[in-house]
């Protein structure tokens, strides 16, 4: 994206600047997706709990939240511990729990898988980043053959793993990188994974975030897709070349609370 006009970009700057300062604080978290690992201090819960939450991360903003919470509770509140020492009994609690296109079958698959990877791993982020990964769209790919290698993978619960292999947006996933690696004095992002830079983060782009970039010009790819996402993401970069994502505050605000008559 070229900004000839040197005042225009500064002005669109500016108001991307001021929502990020709007949004990007602790007041957002209780309304937000992200106030569930926010209950959370151990690193194990927080990424446990925001692998789940991400995941179920669309639609009804209330309804998210509290279908986390259900899966929490189910987990009795310690997520880590449960994926690890659970027994089989533990599992028949699981076989009630539905939302939207999740079912029991695809939680007690993710469970299996999440076992099975913190028997031989300490946390998530080398299940995203192994060694010789170091890019977001890299990592996401592997990341979807890795979860899908067990001979018991049920077929539907791939579905909810996007990967750019498909042009995917990968919002989920992406939004759930944003919560594990970037960090600020803001607190709202966790950055307990280090494997990867914010700087290396991928914008989360859904039907909001587009159509504000949309308006503001930030992007020309008129479907939210991949191409979408890294394009969004470089323009950013422009804004802020280290932090680019931390305009996801921004655009994801002003998609929500949308008034043409407020945009540039």
């Not at 031989?120 to 010789?132: D, R, T």
């Not at 600020?184 to 992002?189: A, E, M, R, W």
């Not at 932090?243 to 655009?251: C, E, I, R, W």
Request: some cysteine; aromatic content about 12%.
């Amino acid at each position: 994206m070229q900004y000839v006009n040197k005042l225009i970009f500064e002005k669109l700057k500016s108001l991307l600047d001021d929502k990020v300062l709007e949004y990007n604080q602790k007041d957002f978290i209780p309304q937000d997706p992200i106030s569930i690992p926010h209950q959370y201090s151990h690193p194990r819960d927080i990424e446990i709990s925001g692998f789940f939450t991400a995941l179920f991360a669309w639609g009804n903003r209330t309804i998210i939240i509290n279908k986390s919470k259900d899966l929490m509770q189910l987990m009795g509140n310690q997520p880590y511990e449960f994926i690890k020492n659970h027994s089989q009994s533990d599992l028949k609690s699981i076989l009630t729990f539905k939302h939207r296109t999740f079912n029991a079958t695809d939680v007690l698959y993710m469970i299996d898988f999440l076992h099975r990877h913190y028997n031989q791993h300490q946390s998530l982020e080398s299940a995203f980043f192994p060694e010789g990964i170091t890019s977001v769209e890299n990592g996401l790919t592997q990341f979807k053959h890795y979860f899908s290698a067990s001979p018991y993978f049920p077929e539907r619960t791939g579905k909810h793993i996007a990967t750019p292999e498909k042009n995917s947006n990968c919002k989920r996933l992406n939004m759930f990188l944003r919560w594990m690696i970037r960090s600020d004095k803001q607190g709202v992002d966790f950055g307990i994974w280090k494997k990867l830079k914010p700087d290396q983060l991928i914008i989360p782009i859904d039907i909001h975030v587009h159509r504000v970039a949309m308006d503001l010009t930030l992007i020309h790819t008129t479907k939210i897709n991949w191409n979408a996402a890294l394009e969004l993401t470089n323009t950013l970069k422009r804004f802020d070349v280290d932090d680019p994502v931390k305009y996801d505050f921004a655009l994801f605000g002003m998609g929500i609370n949308f008034k043409r008559e407020s945009l540039i």
